[in-house]
T-cell receptor, first 114, second 117 residues
């Protein structure tokens, strides 16, 4: 395992529901990321947090709302999603500085919007 | 903008044989990092190998090695003595060197590798 956990692993929600994805890292990292992985498309970076501050929002629709209460936890709040939002959502973390630029990924949440 | 292209959606190799996965990228930067990530079915994505652009020597990690051709902007992954556990999606990724560590990764579309027993 990589030290990054995500819950739930699978989620089915209707378009009017509100749900949240959770990510936790046990690596002492300061940067955390949300990615969207759709079939036959490159991973798409959604958000980046560095020391709890959002440093990048990659033109993500407002129906996705991230929250980073501390450097170890990252949430993605979902509301009024569309069927095309169905995908695997990956969380990752990395050091803010240092020699290692490796990002460590969680197992992902498989989201299905009905 | 940087782009990463993996032109082989699927590859297969006989167990114990060698396979090479292709990756090309486009950038105007002179210094950057390149990565190969492995994503096994229903398992976490993990880093396989990393190459710093300023290093001429190709990176090697056990059975995994790269052929880094900076001028051609090519970064292929060679897997020697393929094992059943190597079956996975392989993603090539690019990262710009920056003063802070949270520069984003730009990924290719991936190559699904099947190992034939």
């Amino acid at each position: 395992e990589t030290g990054v956990t995500q819950t739930p692993r699978h989620l089915v929600m209707g378009m009017t529901n509100k749900k949240s994805l959770k990510c936790e890292q046990h690596l002492g990292h300061n940067a955390m990321y949300w990615y969207k992985q759709s079939a036959k498309k490159p991973l798409e970076l959604m958000f980046v947090y560095n020391f709890k501050e959002q440093t990048e929002n990659n033109s993500v629709p407002s129906r996705f709302s991230p929250e980073c209460p501390n450097s170890s936890h990252l949430f993605l709040h979902l509301h009024t999603l569309q069927p095309e939002d169905s995908a695997l959502y990956l969380c990752a973390s990395s050091r803010e500085r240092g020699d290692s630029y490796e990002q460590y990924f969680g197992p992902g949440t498989r989201l299905t919007v009905t | 903008a940087q782009t990463v292209t993996q032109s082989q959606p699927e590859m297969s190799v006989q167990e114990a044989e060698t396979v090479t996965l292709s990756c090309t990228y486009d950038t105007s930067e002179s210094d950057y990092y390149l990565f190969w990530y492995k994503q096994p079915p229903s398992r976490q994505m993990i880093l396989v190998i990393r190459q710093e652009a300023y290093k001429q020597q190709n990176a090697t990690e056990n059975r995994f090695s790269v052929n880094f051709q900076k001028a051609a902007k090519s970064f292929s992954l060679k897997i020697s003595d393929s094992q059943l556990g190597d079956a996975a999606m392989y993603f090539c990724a690019y990262r710009r060197v920056a003063n802070i560590g949270n520069e984003k990764l730009t990924f290719g579309t991936g190559t699904r590798l099947t190992i034939i027993p």
